[in-house]
């Protein structure tokens, strides 16, 4: 209790000098917690855009159809892999894919033909709910499609509009037809916004002289299994076809996900290692201000443990004032990401890997955004207090005493 006294004194004895330590630190502390809920908000809004609205968890193809994507390399025993699967316990939606060239009036695009049952779609992807004008696919109204926000734009179509869509057939005849525009998409993906054109299955296979078959089957895997064990389940329900996880899909996006907590705990430490350098700073002064009064302890019992104490006693009301300051402000400024978040500019101004990313970067705060930096600044902080310590520890009390 003695020693706590002292050191409480000690830490008071330069107010200002311990000021300026305690804030840097608690800034330092502040600006991490921010920051690591920031990096977590970022990846959950990520993944969920590319699991929620695109890619699924895992996507089923038949073989040879993601190297050379065509009308006539699909699963011929679609029906009967949905089938399996459902039964498995797996949200599925088989989609029909194609291309073709899409015009209204004097103005024409490449499209990206993707035909869906509405119903079962909505349990796989959020998709339906990214309509910004209109309304999504009706799979009574055939006659009538969604299309992406830049390809409306190009075209010069408005909801109520009409578009001609025109292709090859899979009997080798030319497919046409023309839609009534039931939709304008937001912002979904870089390949949708610009030329997708959703129309119910019914439509696609009629347009498209397609009777069966799929060319690709979305799966979306129950919350309590990850995505190895689904693999390894979905395998042998779809035999014969390729089943790829959204990680084998999109590698570079996968990466970057698991190389993101290392590249978080290294921002941590970088900003602490300067935090650590003012600290180690303020008690390497504090023990040459106070040599001759070490020196008269050790003179009169103290024993070098006992000084190793004092110093880190010093440090550690200084870091708790530190941690508790920098907890309490950033209470009010996780609120503030969590509700309202940062603008990253116009809508879908931005996408990763043909992804589109949110105009709002949210915080996802949990506990370890919070106890991650603590447990990195106590760590960084024992270090730069360390040498001032044991420095003082060995110090010998008649050269302490004679200092000048």
């Known amino acids: 209790m003695k020693l706590s006294r ?22 330092g502390l502040l600006v991490m917690i921010e920051y690591a809920g920031l990096v977590r908000g970022y990846l959950q809004q990520m993944e969920r855009q590319i699991l929620e609205v695109e890619i699924g968890d895992v996507q089923i193809h038949a073989k040879g159809y993601r190297d050379d994507p065509s009308l006539f ?46 119903k ?12 910004a004008k209109g309304q999504w696919l009706d799979a009574t109204k055939p006659g009538e499609a969604v299309i992406g926000r830049w390809l409306a734009r190009t075209l010069e179509l408005t909801v109520g509009g009409e578009i001609v869509v025109l292709s090859q057939a899979a009997d080798g005849s030319t497919a046409n037809e023309v839609y009534k525009i039931r939709g304008i998409l937001g912002s979904v993906g870089h ?15 009629e347009l498209m002289s397609l009777p069966k078959g799929a060319h690709r089957i979305i799966v979306r895997i129950p919350t309590d299994m990850s995505l190895s064990q689904a693999e390894l389940a979905l395998k042998p329900l779809a035999a014969g076809h390729e089943v790829k996880t959204w990680k084998a899909l999109l590698p570079v996006l996968a990466q970057m996900f698991e190389a993101t907590q290392g590249a978080m705990t290294i921002m941590f430490l970088i900003i602490f290692v300067a935090v650590g350098i003012v ?18 302890l050790k003179a009169l019992g103290f024993s070098p443990f006992s ?18 300051i920098g907890v309490l402000l950033s209470i009010p400024a996780t609120w503030y990401m969590t509700e309202h978040g940062l603008e990253m500019g116009p809508e879908g ?40 310590a044991v420095k003082a520890a060995v110090i010998r009390p008649v050269e302490a005493i004679r200092h000048r």
């Open 120 to 131: 079962r779609d909505a349990a796989v992807s959020k998709v339906s709910q990214m309509v």
């Open 73 to 118: 390399i699909r699963m011929s025993d679609s029906d009967a892999v949905v089938t399996a699967l459902e039964a498995a316990g797996f949200k599925v939606s088989p989609r029909l894919l194609g291309a073709g060239l899409a015009a209204a009036a004097d103005n024409s695009s490449g499209a990206m033909l993707l035909g869906l049952d509405p």
């Open 349 to 388: 101004g931005i996408s990763l890997q043909g992804v589109a990313l949110a105009r709002v970067w949210y915080a996802a705060p949990s506990v370890d955004t919070l106890l991650l930096p603590i447990f990195v600044l106590l760590f960084v902080i024992f270090f730069a207090v360390l040498y001032p």
């Open 307 to 324: 000084v190793l104490r004092l110093i880190f006693i010093e440090s550690g009301i200084q870091t708790a004032i530190s941690v508790a």
């Open 191 to 205: 390949g949708i916004d610009r030329g997708g054109v959703f129309l119910t299955s019914d439509a696609f296979r």
């Open 279 to 296: 600290l180690l700073n303020t008690m390497l002064m504090a023990v040459f201000e106070r040599v001759q009064e070490i020196g008269i």
């Open 6 to 27: 002292m050191a409480w004194r000690n830490v008071w004895r330069n107010s200002r000098r311990s000021w300026v330590t305690i804030c840097a630190m608690s800034i």
